[in-house]
T-cell receptor, first 115, second 112 residues
Framework: DADVTQTPRNRITKTGKRIMLECSQTKGHDRMYWYRQDPGLGLRLIYY???????NKGEISDGYSVSRQAQAKFSLSLESAIPNQTALYFCATSDFRGGKGNIQYFGAGTRLSVL | SQQGEEDPQALSIQEGENATMNCSYK?????LQWYRQNSGRGLVHLIL?????REKHSGRLRVTLDTSKKSSSLLITASRAADTASYFC????????????FGKGTSLLVTP
């Protein structure tokens, strides 16, 4: 089984709908991240969490919210989806303890289309 | 804002040739990392080089770091078709809480 699991893998939704993307990890890492990837723009950070009680906005948090339900679970919500949120979304984890330099481990991604 | 910028945006070579990709960044860093992404899949960490290192090797990969120029290069020697992927540099700016900033990537195509 994958260490970082994202569900769903693909989702098509309509403008205005609320949608949640879920991420769970079995790596025991303290830090979790959500990125979106658009063609030609690379990866951009949406939110990140250093532990259950520490959640931070990233570069492009507008229109998104997150919930860190447990150390192993980090969900991303689009409260009212709009077409320009169509993108590939990635969850990642890292373990900054022990001087590992914040190497990140990615899930397989969720391809979201907002019509 | 995005920290790293890779160059070139796209690179096409034949199997057996070497591939060199460059990355420039803007602010002080503790380390710089390179990741690979196969089409539509998650990123995979390749190598990390710390700010006090100038060169690092891992198998067919060689990474250099020049902190005075705020630049890094990734060399893949003796490329294989399986190396076809996008390659990203990533930096954890020292004032960011160590969330990584990724560049836009270099798309590498290795043809048989």
């Amino acid at each position: 089984d994958a260490d970082v699991t994202q569900t769903p893998r693909n989702r098509i939704t309509k403008t205005g709908k609320r949608i949640m993307l879920e991420c769970s990890q079995t790596k025991g890492h303290d830090r979790m991240y959500w990125y979106r990837q658009d063609p030609g723009l690379g990866l951009r950070l949406i939110y990140y969490s250093f532990d259950v009680k520490d959640i931070n906005k990233g570069e492009i948090s507008d229109g998104y919210s997150v919930s860190r339900q447990a150390q192993a679970k980090f969900s991303l919500s689009l409260e009212s989806a709009i077409p320009n949120q169509t993108a590939l979304y990635f969850c990642a984890t890292s373990d900054f303890r022990g001087g590992k330099g914040n190497i990140q481990y990615f899930g397989a991604g969720t391809r979201l289309s907002v019509l | 804002s995005q920290q790293g910028e890779e160059d070139p945006q796209a690179l096409s070579i034949q199997e057996g040739e070497n591939a060199t990709m460059n990355c420039s960044y803007k602010t002080s860093i503790n380390n710089l990392q390179w990741y690979r992404q196969n089409s539509g899949r998650g990123l995979v960490h390749l190598i990390l080089i710390r700010s006090n290192e100038r060169e690092k090797h891992s198998g067919r990969l060689r990474v250099t770091l020049d902190t005075s120029k705020k630049s890094s290069s990734l060399l893949i020697t003796a490329s294989r078709a399986a190396d076809t992927a996008s390659y990203f540099c990533a930096t954890p700016p020292m004032d960011s809480g160590y969330a990584l900033n990724f560049g836009k990537g270099t798309s590498l195509l290795v043809t048989p």
